[in-house]
């Protein structure tokens, strides 16, 4: 059994549309990282939080061998990705619970600072394709954080400063549900209203059925397009609902929603995730 699970960060899939992604989501009020080319064959531009962060990833058609798994997967949340110190372990630990998992693979990007350019490193550990069909749900490990989380990037015009929760729809909540308990422990994903929950971190991924999906997003959730699982959006936590609402409207986001608790913006304005900003957690 794995240690209990701390969140790394997610990952929105914007295939071939990365200029048009990373204008969204500096429009939605977020501050995105310099584009990145990874030596895999894609391409990313972050959102820095405290201690997680929020991934665009495309392929980069420059790319001697740009990645073909980008392509595979709508525009949307497609990545969920725990955090690890020793990715070796992880492997090892994954495959002992009857988790069927790729072997480590280790790649990097250059970081252009003002003293100059170092890369970043990085070495994952896959879940094996169609184990959670939702997407890619993987661990990661940083061997140059210092590279990656840094304060100039962190401070965003709508507020947030963390993921609160990820949100996985599934006509059979218990698939995915028992993938996880089989790496963290039975006791580590919990029942909650429409689904169940596991706990990573400060944050939770839960797995939803699709009338919770349709409870708590309505019109504003991803098209499932004849999925039986797939990661429909994202809470996350901000300074204030103003600050949130001030940013969207400044950057001519439109079709979102504000009430008491949350500011809503719809998948369609969002590269195929559904965001919710809160101040507080949901239930």
Request: aromatic share 8%; charged share 20%.
């Amino acid at each position: 059994m794995l240690p209990v699970p701390t969140l790394d960060h997610v990952v929105v899939n914007v295939r071939d549309q990365m200029d048009l992604a990373v204008d969204t989501y500096r429009r939605l009020g977020f501050t995105m990282t310099p584009r990145g080319y990874h030596t895999l064959g894609s391409m990313n531009h972050l959102a820095m939080f405290g201690t997680d962060y929020l991934e665009l990833i495309a392929v980069d058609p420059q790319a001697a061998k740009p990645r073909a798994d980008v392509m595979q997967f709508p525009c949307g949340l497609n990545g969920l990705v725990f955090g690890t110190e020793d990715s070796a372990a992880t492997y090892a630990a994954c495959a002992a619970a009857g988790v069927a998992v790729a072997p480590p693979v280790e790649f990097s990007r250059p970081v252009v600072l003002p003293e100059g350019t170092r890369d970043a490193v990085f070495r994952t550990v896959h879940l094996a394709p169609g184990t959670i069909p939702s997407g890619r749900i993987y661990f990661c490990q940083h061997f140059t954080r210092d590279l990656v989380w840094r304060d100039e990037w962190r401070q965003h015009a709508n507020g947030v400063v963390g993921i609160e929760r990820a949100m996985i729809v599934a006509d059979d909540i218990d698939a995915p549900a028992d993938v996880f308990a089989r790496m963290f422990g039975a006791d580590a994903v919990v029942p909650i209203a429409g689904g169940r929950r596991l706990a990573v971190g400060l944050t939770s991924f839960d797995i939803i059925t699709p009338t919770a999906c349709a409870d708590r997003f309505g019109d504003a959730a991803p098209a499932p397009g004849g999925r039986a699982q797939y990661m429909a959006g994202l809470s996350l936590r901000c300074r204030s609902l103003d600050q949130v609402a001030a940013a969207l409207t400044a950057g001519g986001i439109t079709g979102w929603l504000r009430s008491d608790r949350r500011v809503l913006v719809p998948a369609q304005s969002a590269m195929g995730t559904a965001l919710e900003f809160t101040v507080a957690a949901l239930d």
